[in-house]
């Protein structure tokens, strides 16, 4: 069934059940809930907590094609992405706000597999849907906002990086990118088999389809740096070079990165063979962590962080206008060359 | 200059700019605001009392046309639709986040008069811009969010309706569609010549396009409202029909309405002749609100809260699934009809 033939409010009416039975009790969000879906805005039990909130949309033929992209892959995506911004900030979601704009000739039970995935997400990171909007449009368009906490002094900054930190990152860069260039290959009979792809044992093979369609937003890790006293990080979704020189930008500094450093994961190497390091570094939507921090914290944090954490390079003294040198595995200063994806700009 | 030629992050740096220079240090969401656009997401300081959020998109070709919306009243109609929530709570506003998804040949100019209109209604609301997001699409698609707060238990929700409430609302409406209609038969010219004609004496021959492109949301009514013991609101999007049988079914109770009772302007007599009393009824997006209260309580409320009020009918007695009798000035009962618009369904 179409969702012309149930209308918006039929649309509206399915969305709250699904998200009603689906509701853990036990998560503080939850518990904090006064008013979610059903009312001209959500409530809930306020705190004197630093508050965070962030915005992030997926548009159709942009961000993800219908040809490789389930629906249900699509939800969770759209929620990582914004779970992943708060992440960054070294703080825990609490609410989403999902706002939907879809042809009318969208089936229900995509939409359905849309929430499935989303609900699939806030269950792992206990995250609660208090709101949203369904419009139509002539393509599809997601935006989602996340609202969330941080103590206070606990936050992550671009602008926390200081002369003297190294600069690490969380797990690989690049599969996302290797993975869509993948699903693009196979196009759409992938949306309709994924599923039963990555059930059927062939997990490895579907590693690069997961890092793009399934981001994993990296909370607890960064909850886990913030704690140890990492005070500056960002999470790669534009490209690792691009989003260190954000850090860079904002903390008024220079830095070294050494490529030989950047991790390579095996997958990517089989797959995208010379290309690989170039995916590594400017591939996007990979939403691992950059960060910074002394070699003392460092040390603190690679104990118990639970992921793989590498040093990729140093943060070298102060620069007004934000610095990133580059060097190959021999020490030579190589040019960035156009890493990372811009919207709007003709390239 | 097209926005293709600056780059999403040349974009990103001019409404920066934008809205670092139109701060209002004297605004408590200013002066709680501790990281706005520049990082991974928004900070604030966090308060005790119960927050309110809410989001709403508009969709070139769905819920306005570039031929006959200027970019200026666009953005002050994207906060204006959400601020209309945030007030049918009791809330005031703090914080706006703002998604826009743009095709790449849009001005540049554009886009800054678009920040102007929301800029313009972030200072008489005290309103905060403190994130958002930019992407590529085919077609405009605007999503904000927007965050408050309210003091527990003065909070306007659609459940609170008790039978021998009385039933009121603000203002006037079906302005909007009358608006809007008239703007469609007017075309592409009016988009160009709205500023001035707005500014050459017509004012009121403009106040019905006015009523659709710049609508006031009823923030301090609202307010207003909810400190003299009203308990149940809902703002006018979708039709005064429509959304007081909203409140009827959240709040289980039956209602009835008298159309002669209905309150309509003297400009959409004029423009609209025998459709008018059509368009108080169904016409959507006044943005005024509808409320329930008790007789005593009503009768403080019109004392001060210095907008027309006008008693369209009663809160009968109870009823599960909510009821809402229409009754013509002779009292006769009516159908409803077709009043009120919806999302996808095909009709």
């Given at each position: ?28 969000s ?6 979610g879906i059903?009312?001209?805005a959500a409530?809930w ?6 508050q965070v909130a962030t915005t992030d949309t997926l ?19 759209a929620l990582a992405v914004n779970l992943s911004d708060i992440?960054?900030m070294?703080a825990?979601p609490l609410y989403a706000l999902v706002s939907l704009s ?16 989303m609900?699939?997400?806030c269950?792992?990171s206990?995250t609660t849907i208090a709101g949203g909007n ?7 368009v997601i935006t989602l906002a996340v609202v969330g906490e ?198």
């Open positions: 069934m179409k969702i012309s033939e149930i209308g918006e409010f039929g649309l509206i009416d399915m969305i709250a059940g699904m998200i009603a039975g689906h509701r853990d009790e036990a998560a503080e939850s518990k904090r809930l006064i008013m059903g009312d001209d409530l039990k306020g705190s004197e907590r630093t548009v159709e033929g942009v961000h993800f094609s219908l040809k490789f992209c389930d629906w249900e892959s699509l939800g969770w995506k992440a960054a070294g825990h879809l042809p009318g000739d969208v089936l229900v039970q995509d939409v359905a597999s849309f929430y499935k995935g609900l699939d997400l269950s792992k206990g369904c419009s139509s449009s002539n393509k599809v941080v103590d206070a002094g606990r936050t992550l900054l671009r602008s926390g990086a200081e002369p003297g930190d190294v600069v690490a990152m969380t797990g690989f860069t690049g599969l996302s990118a290797a993975g869509l260039k993948r699903l693009q290959s196979k196009g759409r009979n992938n949306a309709r088999n994924r599923a039963e792809i990555a059930g059927g044992g062939r997990e490895s093979e579907s590693l690069l389809e997961e890092a793009f369609l399934r981001p994993r937003p990296r909370l607890k890790e960064a909850q886990f740096l913030a704690g140890k006293g990492v005070k500056a990080a960002i999470d790669v979704s534009d490209g690792l070079l691009k989003d260190l020189g954000h850090i860079c930008e904002s903390s008024k500094v220079s830095t070294e990165v050494n490529t030989g450093s950047v991790p390579v994961h095996p997958l990517l190497k089989e797959y995208s063979g010379r290309n690989a390091l170039k995916l590594a570094l400017g591939g996007g939507e990979d939403y691992e962590l950059v960060f910074t921090a002394s070699k003392k914290t460092l040390s603190k944090v690679k104990e118990g962080i639970g992921c793989p954490v590498t040093v990729i390079g140093k943060v070298t003294g102060k620069s007004e206008a934000g610095k990133l040198i580059i060097r190959d595995e021999k020490g030579k200063v190589v040019s960035p060359g156009k890493y990372g994806w811009e919207h709007f700009k003709q390239s």
